[in-house]
C-alpha cells in the first residue's frame, strides 16, 4: 500500500515531492511497519481499557489518547 502524504494549502507539487523522497529512500516500507504496529498498539489499549485492566491514572501513564511526544506538549 503506498504512503499516501497530504499537504494542505493546495500544494500539490511539495506532496508529490515529499512523496518522491519517501519512496527513493525506502520510507514506505517503514512507516507502513510503523503504522501496522501503532495498529496493533491501539487495538490492545482499547481491550485493556474495555475489560477494565487499566484505572484513568494508568490511562494517562501510559498516553493511550495521544503520542509520547504529544503528551510532553501539554506538560
Not at 32 to 57: F, H, P, Q, T, Y
Amino acid at each position: 500500500m503506498p504512503v499516501k502524504i497530504m499537504i494542505t494549502n493546495g500544494h500539490e507539487h511539495l506532496s508529490g515531492v515529499a512523496a518522491k523522497i519517501i519512496e527513493e529512500n525506502g520510507l514506505s516500507e517503514k512507516l507502513e511497519e510503523l503504522g501496522r504496529v501503532a495498529g496493533v498498539l491501539r487495538n490492545e489499549a482499547e481491550k485493556s481499557i474495555l475489560d477494565n485492566i487499566v484505572d484513568k491514572e494508568k490511562i494517562k501513564e501510559l498516553h493511550l489518547f495521544y503520542s509520547a511526544e504529544e503528551f510532553e506538549e501539554f506538560e
